[in-house]
């Protein structure tokens, strides 16, 4: 069974502790820019992280056999070598190997801009909490696999490279919250919420900067570690998303690749689109960031609004973990048909946070199909009966 089915019900617990200890101490706000405060959470943005974080596990389901595949095929072929899994010392080799190569894929994904066209989701929020956390990329699986296959040359079996991945993308989700400050000796050796809010925001000296997974040291190794300083961090990008839908934060930056190859003219110009860094691909620098004059992207919600959308997201977490735990026994249509119907509600409440008219029509189709899909869906249990 996919063993994030067991964490998404906890990381949503952790979001409405975080909510509650941020309202119950901090009245919901940080100290901002020239001495004022910022809100830690708004709803639709946390709605809008928790949304991309279902889309990528719905999306994820159908590529990870594939990507898996792969690697147990270069295992069977290539292995050099023979680990023990009983040994702990295999999975501290394991665990290190896999978070030296997450840098590596994590520092691409920032510094080729066709990879950063799929990472850019996870840094679109302007804000920093644990839903933030969630904002997984439904597409860098295109690329992040190829990174790991040395670890299938040097011999780590598959069974063990799935749990040491499991374990450094799970520690990297604590890291995503201002309620907690510095923590000394930890920040200079482990990815900790400081240096990790640095690496999320867009302020001149936070670009590029504290890749790592769970270790920092291969940022200070590899020249690419930053401190926290004093002043209050400006999170996002600086290309902002100003969308909370799913879709849209998952597609916009292949969008901008797309117009700008088809404006390109001769080959280097269209290599440069899709593989020089996303900052100078076109020979352009980010120029000085002003924290004084930015502004988050907000969306009114009204009330009722709000509590039909909170509703809808309650019953997606229970029917995405219903997904993904019937994945296997279906057939490829009607894991086709579930993931199709599952994106649709997660698009249509998204619409309906930023008034946009189709959402309401599409909301109600997707639940006029609702009654064909669970037949659909229910077709073996059917057969079987027949059978009996």
């Not at 063993?3 to 617990?13: E, G, N």
């Amino acid at each position: 069974m996919n063993p994030i089915i067991y964490a998404i019900p906890l990381f949503m617990l952790t979001i409405v502790l975080e909510f509650a200890w941020a309202w119950h101490r901090h009245g919901n706000r940080v100290r901002g820019v020239g001495g004022g405060t910022r809100r830690i959470y708004d709803f639709a943005d946390a709605i809008g992280s928790m949304q991309i974080g279902i889309l990528s596990r719905i999306a994820g389901a159908f590529p990870r056999l594939l990507t898996l595949g792969i690697y147990v095929l270069v295992f069977q072929q290539f292995a050099v070598a023979s680990w023990d899994m009983s040994n702990p010392l295999s999975w501290l080799a394991a665990l290190l190997l896999y978070d030296f190569f997450y840098y590596w894929k994590h520092r691409a994904n920032h510094e080729v801009r066709i990879m950063w066209a799929g990472h850019i989701t996870h840094h679109n929020s302007e804000y920093f909490n644990l839903s933030t956390a969630l904002r997984q990329s439904s597409t860098t699986f295109v690329f992040d696999w190829m990174f790991y296959l040395p670890m299938a040359v040097l011999g780590v079996p598959p069974a063990l490279f799935v749990a040491v991945a499991l374990i450094d993308l799970l520690y990297q989700y604590w890291v995503h919250t201002e309620l907690i400050g510095r923590l000394g000796w930890f920040d200079r050796i482990f990815v900790s919420p400081s240096n990790h809010r640095v690496h999320h925001g867009q302020d001149d000296y936070c670009i590029d900067r504290n890749y790592g997974g769970i270790l920092i040291v291969w940022d200070r190794l590899f020249g690419t570690y930053a401190d926290e300083r004093d002043e209050p961090i400006t999170y996002g990008v600086r290309t902002p998303l100003r969308s909370v839908n799913p879709l849209w934060g998952n597609w916009h930056h292949y969008v901008a690749i797309w117009h700008d190859l088809k404006a390109a003219r001769g080959l280097s110009a269209r290599l440069e689109c899709l593989f020089a860094p996303p900052s100078g691909w076109s020979g352009h620098q980010p120029g000085d960031f002003e924290a004084a004059t930015f502004q988050r992207h907000e969306v009114p919600v009204s009330r009722t609004t709000r509590h039909y959308v909170l509703a809808q997201h309650a019953l997606n977490v229970v029917l995405v973990c219903l997904f993904l735990y019937a994945f296997k026994q279906w057939s490829a249509w009607q894991g086709a048909l579930a993931g199709l119907w599952m994106v649709a509600a997660l698009a249509a409440p998204a619409a309906l946070m930023e008034g946009r008219r189709w959402g309401r029509w599409l909301e109600a189709a997707r639940w006029a199909c609702a009654p064909a899909l669970v037949w659909a869906l229910m077709a073996p249990a059917r057969a079987l009966g027949s059978a009996a």
